[in-house]
């Protein structure tokens, strides 16, 4: 049998919005983002670096507040800024 063990950093959504929030001035709806349930969890791998399609949709956010599918280019782009981390994410989500 094979086993991989990894760290995951876990981040509840509220936290997660509050830090979008603080770094971009803007406010960030997770929930409608991600069309997330109350009791689910959306595990994603987060790395120092935004390709030019995640940056066109980012700039447009802070542009217009328009944008869809961004939580993952948000957490990209926090931790090339230095926001968080590099790894592997569970982004817990109840409410």
């Not at 971009?24 to 109350?38: C, R, S, T, V």
Request: glycine fraction near 6%; charged fraction near 30%; charge should be negative.
């Amino acid at each position: 049998m094979k086993i991989t063990t990894e760290v995951t950093h876990k981040v509840d959504y509220f936290d997660l919005q509050e830090e979008i929030k603080r770094v971009y001035g803007k406010e960030f709806d997770i929930l409608e983002d991600l069309n997330a349930n109350n009791d689910s969890s959306l595990e994603t791998k987060v790395q120092p670096k935004v390709d030019k399609f995640d940056q066109d949709i980012i700039d447009k956010w802070v542009q217009t507040g328009e944008g869809s599918f961004l939580t993952r280019a948000l957490m990209n782009d926090l931790c090339a800024k230095g926001h968080i981390p590099e790894g592997s994410y569970v982004i817990r989500i109840c409410w």
